[in-house]
Nanobody, 124 residues
Framework: QVQLVESGGGLVQAGGSLRLSCEASGRTGSWATMAWFRQAPGKEREFVAA????????SYADSVKGRFTISGDNAKSTVYLQMNSLKPEDTAVYYC?????????????????WGQGTQVTVSS
């Protein structure tokens, strides 16, 4: 089992920045991909960004490209999401997720472990 705990959410004005962290415990290193998803009120959960734990390849949703950066720290078993130039439409609960299988995926049903989520609110 893998436990994921997110932190770093909060309230920020439009144009501001936040850095989310997700620390993994348990069977650390057993995943191939770590990702961030988000869910806004009344909307479905959507993919934000993912990073290959071995090699560091990344992928981003079009809506966050150029503004968000995902990175991983193997020694700390922690994945980060640096969010810059935040917009009100980025307001959501952000979830960290881990995928065990080695094939690349950005689909929510392909991830095996999930954190409890952290709220990000961007005011206009």
């Amino acid at each position: 089992q893998v436990q994921l705990v997110e932190s770093g959410g909060g309230l920020v004005q439009a144009g501001g920045s936040l850095r989310l962290s997700c620390e993994a415990s348990g069977r650390t290193g057993s995943w191939a991909t770590m990702a961030w998803f988000r869910q806004a009120p009344g909307k479905e959960r959507e993919f934000v960004a993912a990073v290959r734990w071995s090699g560091g390849s990344t992928s981003y949703a079009d809506s966050v490209k150029g503004r968000f950066t995902i990175s991983g720290d193997n020694a700390k078993s922690t994945v980060y999401l640096q969010m810059n130039s935040l917009k009100p439409e980025d307001t959501a609960v952000y979830y960290c997720a881990a995928r065990v299988r080695s094939s690349w995926s950005t689909g929510i049903y392909d991830y095996d472990y999930w954190g409890q989520g952290t709220q990000v609110t961007v005011s206009s």
